[in-house]
């Protein structure tokens, strides 16, 4: 083979590789099932992301690492808020996440609301820049019952060194959610919490009071689950979305709840599964914006709140 002919083919092979790489870097997409995942896992080597708190000692996914949903969250009067991007960083490399590398968040998955923790995950590592993301649907209870590989081990990987900005695409903050409210802003405000608490009969503990953002349409987190099921629908309709919600095309679209939780599964809804362009999380939510002087709608009187929260609304 002459000198050319070897570089012509060392060429090919690597832009073969590369694409065979690209591929392999998309196979699992940002939902995965225990099935599929399991076909794919000695492939692909992802990093097994376990944010269970207090249950990882008792049994976890065979492979799995622990990062506990604590370390997504902010302190315990503004839980949405983003911790700082140096702490989040320092968090990341303890635990060995590298940005080229797949994850794939594994929450509990015994309840629809399992999921908007892994959701909520899976939108600060994006907002951080890592790129090939996935959520185990149902978590670990799927993964369980499916009979595939448990473990007691507790597994760790090498600390690395990551550096990390936050890229706001994704994020709406209070300043430019009041915006909204005051008229100087535009974006649709999808209220990701039940019909309670979008009708102020009811608040999340931390809120300064009850009631959401004016103007919002109510979205409840759990329409994206089937009645009883604990795994997401996989298959969502944008087009139905977009009429629901009166989303025009390119049009802003902010999640929000009480602490960025249950509106992170909306923004996963409706930002990777659906498609939609645009969709921000509001990660402070109600409980920051009721800190606020901001106006409210469906706010209780004093004596009207009282009753909801002796009666549970």
């Not at 000198?3 to 940002?30: E, H």
């Not at 809120?207 to 959401?212: I, K, L, M």
């Not at 689950?225 to 298959?235: C, E, L, P, Q, W």
């Amino acid at each position: 083979m002459t000198r050319l002919a070897r570089i012509s083919a060392a060429v090919a092979t690597g832009a073969a590789l590369f694409a065979a790489s690209a591929a392999m870097a998309s196979d699992l997409g940002p939902l995965v099932t225990p099935s599929e995942l399991n076909a794919e896992i000695d492939t692909l080597d992802p990093v097994l992301l376990d944010i269970r708190t207090g249950s990882y000692e008792k049994g976890h996914i065979d492979g799995a690492v622990y990062a506990p949903y604590s370390l997504f969250r902010g302190p315990d009067n503004n839980p949405g808020q983003v911790p700082p991007i140096a702490k989040l960083q320092a968090s990341f490399e303890q635990i060995g996440l590298e940005p080229d590398r797949p994850i794939v968040i594994i929450a509990q998955g015994d309840t629809d609301t399992d999921f908007g923790a892994a959701a909520r995950v899976y939108w600060t590592l994006k907002s951080t820049g890592f790129t090939d993301l996935s959520i185990l649907n149902g978590g670990t209870t799927a993964w369980a019952n499916a009979g595939l590989p448990m473990s007691d081990v507790t597994e760790n990987l090498m600390p690395t060194d990551l550096d990390l900005t936050w890229n706001d695409r994704w994020t709406a903050e209070t300043p430019a959610v009041s915006d909204v409210v005051n008229g100087k802003g535009k974006a649709v405000l999808v209220d990701a919490r039940p019909p309670a608490f979008f009708e102020g009969k009811k608040a999340h503990s931390a809120a300064s009071r009850p009631g959401t953002l004016p103007g919002a349409e109510n979205l409840p987190y759990t329409k994206f689950f089937r009645s009883g099921a604990t795994v997401i629908d996989a298959k969502t309709d944008a087009a139905a979305l977009k009429e629901q919600l009166g989303i025009k095309d390119g049009e802003e679209v902010v999640s929000f709840c009480n602490t960025g939780h249950w509106a992170a599964t909306d923004w996963f809804a409706m930002s990777e599964l659906a498609g939609i362009e645009n969709v921000k999380l509001y990660p402070g939510s109600m409980v920051e914006y009721s800190q606020t002087d901001g106006e409210m709608a469906n706010t209780p009187g004093l004596l009207q709140n009282l009753l909801n929260q002796l009666t549970g609304g």
